[in-house]
């Protein structure tokens, strides 16, 4: 109500923001006549201009009217696709930097052009970023046309592809990739301990497809680079032995709403018996233990087979909630993966060590500029704005939406549903009527196919299981009489055609004819014009018959979900229908529902078979979705609280990292950190309040630099002695630095210096992250005393971070007066860099994390008179080699 008289005094924002768009199309529009005089070299052409123009500091805004009109000329040459005005709409908000929500099937893919091409001319290149790799190659094939039309060049990255491919990829002014391999690419970046290994430049501008898919569904499970542990799987077996001797609500309790569960005082105690223990919290190694039974009892009562995960070829795979897509190469955190493993009876997995991590949310805030488009944004529009800083702005369609949505119908049980959906797809199937079915998993859309199979309905069914046949699935869920059943329609990229899809239907006919489309373009071009034909009559025939139906078997837990069910049908001024089929035994309202809904339902006394359908209760509903997204946001904004902690730290090392990478000289870099390793050791050995630890501060000098620099703390004995001391500490460091120096060779030590440098602040950062998991674990636990978690939290972490800088420091510096070059003779055979070596400590060499191989540690015969190895001046028989 509030937003109608909003919009009729001309208050609304959204409306507003229209007005102006349309401003700017209408100049668009006026240049239309002049780019179809053009020809191709001269579209081009301007293009090179343009850019030549930003390069020189124009501003994008200025050149936005013509660039976007040549970009709709080339895309009608190239694709024979012309941008409607909504779409020019649509590429203007982009390129603002704000999210244009735009109804399924306005060609949200075309519209992406405009704002790439417009932002590419600055030459740091535009990630398109996409929910998986099909879209992402199939986007920069499609559109990349348009691209190379006008001079740009196009790259896609995928998974697997090759270090160099990966790099030329990224060189290109449009990139394509989906979020994870965007992400993963950041972490390896500063995971690289040369510049050849780094395959990305920057992050200027980048455009995310189904942004609510990415940016708030997908956001909630952070990209971890992890490493093997030397883990046991015999733990989990364990655990998961106990776990199915446990009685729930006597041993355990479970949290379905929290998807968490707790092991009762009871059950605790019945778990010590179990595993004949005193005390299952009395040491680290018991309540580990503890850890991966509550983990096995989760994988038992919240994770179902067929639903959260499928087993696969002997592995537990992942099945995406919101898209119903397997999820090859995730696993669950925190041993929950394994625990599901113990359950299903497959090989175990290695419980991995973090090696790098980022949100989503801190990935993609680090765009200078960042936009987004989907379907469903508005309802999410709060936490968009909150977390990312995105306007939402409501695109209208390009034809008026004439799809009538039916109110929910409501039945007491699953299996009541079940029949009425299967019934109601009956009747339609028998008209022609095409029919959309959306299930919230796998499990659901079998139950629903093998009643379908009694009804005598032919159907495909859509899900993880058949993923290969995706498109081809969804492209002709719109001819005569189809009935498809699919897990969920988020992000499939494909339209639903009513009538079908020519090209796809001309590609199935011309393999089973053995027709070559390049061999016989002819022959493949006669077939194309058949299907055509045959599409546009089965199009009218649909039409007349009300469009395409859609079935939804269950609310989600957020309304967009629902709304991109719905979305497939009544495309660009289709007729079309949908209704959702709900039961009292559905997730969302067993447990989210207000008990409103149960009253009402209580009140009619509804019999077997009996359903009951009214806008109120439709309404009702969305209010508890409402609720239910709200709280998710909200685990969402304290996960992102607790991550902006860390990420603050991430910066800062990552930012170290990168300074390290491209520094030319890191001779004083690296002095500057033994300086700093000297004050770090001597001001804690003399605090301000306490006894002075002399003895533990000579001793730590002495492992760094070797003996005799512990004289100069002779007879210091308060801290007001100290700086005379440390000057005399750091005078001696110096000089022995400098010998390090001139031993290697000014050019072997800036690089060796460089490899320490990275070598030690990751495998540090490394062990950091580790600690920063068992903080975050047991952080709640502050709570009971009184205490806000969150700023334990970020106390904690400040203390872990600055304790963990001061053991780089050290480290570094005492790899740094320790290294030295391997000789000739002593060289590994066939190793193609000279070998590190360390006195006691080997330095490694390979991965940033410590791993690869190690360098060998060999002892060069020193004369009884020749200069001591330590670097104390002294001659050898006086110094280290008196006892030798």
């Known amino acids: 109500m509030l937003q109608a008289v909003k919009k009729m005094l001309g208050f609304d924002p959204n409306e507003r923001t229209l007005k ?23 579209l081009a052409s301007a293009i090179a201009q343009f850019r030549g123009r930003v390069q020189s500091g124009e501003a994008l805004d200025d050149l936005l009217v013509d660039v976007f009109a040549v970009v709709r000329e080339a895309a009608k040459r190239t694709l024979g696709m012309r941008h409607f005005d909504v779409q020019l709409m649509g590429g203007i908000a ?70 160099g491919e990966r790099q030329r990829a990224y060189q290109a002014d449009v990139i394509y990739g989906t979020n994870s391999e965007f992400g993963f690419d950041y972490l390896r970046d500063n995971m690289a301990v040369s510049r050849s290994q780094l395959v990305q430049r920057g992050h200027h501008y980048a455009i995310v497809d189904e942004v609510d898919s990415i940016l708030i569904d997908e956001a909630r499970t952070p990209l971890i680079i992890s490493g093997p542990s030397e883990e046991s799987d015999e733990p ?134 960042l936009a987004g488009m989907t379907g469903t944004a508005a309802t999410e529009a709060e936490e968009f704005k909150e977390i990312y800083g995105l306007d939402v702005v409501v695109i209208p369609t390009n034809k008026p939406m004439i799809r009538v949505d039916h109110p929910d119908v409501i039945y007491r049980t699953v299996r009541e549903k079940f029949v009425a959906v299967a019934d109601e797809v009956h009747e339609h199937y028998k008209v022609g009527s095409p029919v959309l079915v959306g299930t919230t998993s796998i499990e659901n859309s079998e139950r629903l196919s093998k009643l379908l199979k ?69 022959g493949y071009a006669a077939l194309r014009e058949q299907m055509r034909a045959l599409c546009a009559a089965e199009h009218e025939r649909v039409v007349s018959l009300g469009g395409l139906h859609v079935v939804g078997t269950e609310r989600h ?109 890191l001779i004083e870099e690296a002095w500057q950190v033994v300086e700093d390793a000297i004050s770090g050791i001597l001001e804690r050995a003399f605090p301000e309040n306490g006894e002075p630890q002399v003895r533990a501060a000579a001793l730590r000098l002495r492992n760094i630099f070797g003996p005799g620099i512990e004289k100069h703390l002779e007879g210091v004995d308060a801290r007001a002695l100290l700086p005379e001391a440390e000057k005399a500490v750091v005078s001696e ?15 072997v030590a800036n690089e060796l210096f460089r490899f320490i440098l990275l070598h030690v602040l990751d495998s540090h950062w490394k062990e950091h992250l580790l600690a920063m998991d068992e903080l975050r674990r047991g952080i709640g636990l502050r709570a009971l005393g009184q205490k806000d978690p ?42 193609a860099v000279p070998a590190v070596q360390s006195h006691k400590v080997p330095v490694g060499v390979g991965s940033p994390s410590g791993g690869g191989s190690k360098a060998p540690s060999h002892k060069a015969k020193v004369g009884r008179n020749d200069p001591c190895p330590c670097g104390s001046g002294k001659k050898y028989k006086h110094c280290c080699g008196k006892n030798a």
């Not at 994988?299 to 119903?324: C, K, N, Q, S, W």
């Not at 498809?484 to 001309?506: E, H, K, Q, Y």
């Not at 460091?733 to 290697?744: G, I, N, Q, T, Y």
Request: net charge negative; proline share 2%.
């Open 20 to 42: 102006r768009y349309s401003a700017i199309v209408s100049k668009i529009n006026a240049l239309e006549p002049q780019m179809e005089q053009m020809s191709d070299e001269e």
């Open 94 to 163: 982009l390129h603002e930097g704000k999210i244009a929500e735009m109804k399924t099937g306005e060609g949200k893919t075309l519209v992406a052009t405009l704002a790439v091409v417009l932002n590419a001319l600055s030459g740091k290149g535009v990630h398109v970023v996409t929910v998986n790799d099909y879209l992402a190659k199939r986007d920069a094939e499609w559109m990349g046309a348009v691209y190379r039309f006008l001079g740009l060049s196009v790259g896609v990255i995928y998974a697997m592809m090759d270090q």
């Open 236 to 369: 989990y077996k364990l655990a998961d032995r106990i776990a199915r001797q446990l009685k729930q609500g006597v041993h355990f309790e479970i949290d379905e709403k929290e998807r968490n569960a707790a092991l009762t005082e009871e059950g605790i105690a019945h778990c010590e018996e179990l595993l004949g223990v005193e005390e299952l919290f009395s040491d680290y190694s018991t309540s580990e233990m503890a850890h991966k039974i509550v983990q096995a009892l989760k994988a038992r009562h919240l994770f179902h087979r067929d639903t959260h995960y499928v087993v696969r070829d002997g592995e537990v795979v992942i099945v995406d909630e919101f898209t119903g897509r397997l999820m090859f190469g995730r696993r669950y955190s925190d041993g929950l993966h394994q625990a599901i493993e113990a359950k299903e009876g497959v090989r175990i997995g290695k419980e991995s060590q973090t090696l790098a991590t980022i949100t989503l949310q801190n990935y993609f805030r680090m765009y200078k500029k």
């Open 454 to 522: 009694a009804r005598g309905v032919p159907h495909q069914v859509l899900n993880a299981k058949y993923h290969e046949k995706e498109a081809a699935i969804v492209a002709q869920a719109g001819r005569l009489g189809a009935v498809t059943v699919a897990t969920n329609m988020a992000g499939r990229g494909t339209d639903i055609l009513l009538g079908g899809n020519p090209d796809f239907l001309a590609r199935e006919e011309a393999l089973r004819k053995g027709i070559d489309p390049v061999g016989d373009p002819e």
């Open 557 to 665: 837990e957020a309304r967009r979900i629902d709304n991109q069910l719905r979305g497939r049908s009544g495309r660009q001024g289709d007729p079309g229908s949908s209704r959702f089929y709900l039961s009292l035994e559905d997730d969302l309202l067993r447990i989210f529902g207000s008990e409103r809904i149960q009253g009402i339902m209580e009140k009619l006394g509804m019999e077997e078979g009996e359903a009951i359908e009214h806008p109120l209760l439709t309404k009702a509903i969305e209010s508890a979705q409402k609720r239910v997204e709200q709280y998710h946001f909200d685990i969402r904004k304290q996960l992102l609280q607790y991550d902006g902690v860390l990420n603050q730290q991430r910066e800062t090392v990552y930012g170290e990292r990168r300074r390290i990478l491209f520094a030319e000289d």
């Open 733 to 747: 460091a110096r000089r022995r630095f400098d010998e390090k120096v001139e031993e290697l060779g000014h050019d």
């Open 790 to 831: 969150l700023l334990e939290y970020q106390f904690e972490s400040f203390n872990l971070f600055q304790e963990m800088f001061e053991s780089v420091r050290e480290k570094v510096a005492e790899l740094a007066m320790k290294v030295s070059v391997a000789k000739e003779e002593h060289r590994p055979a066939r190793r």
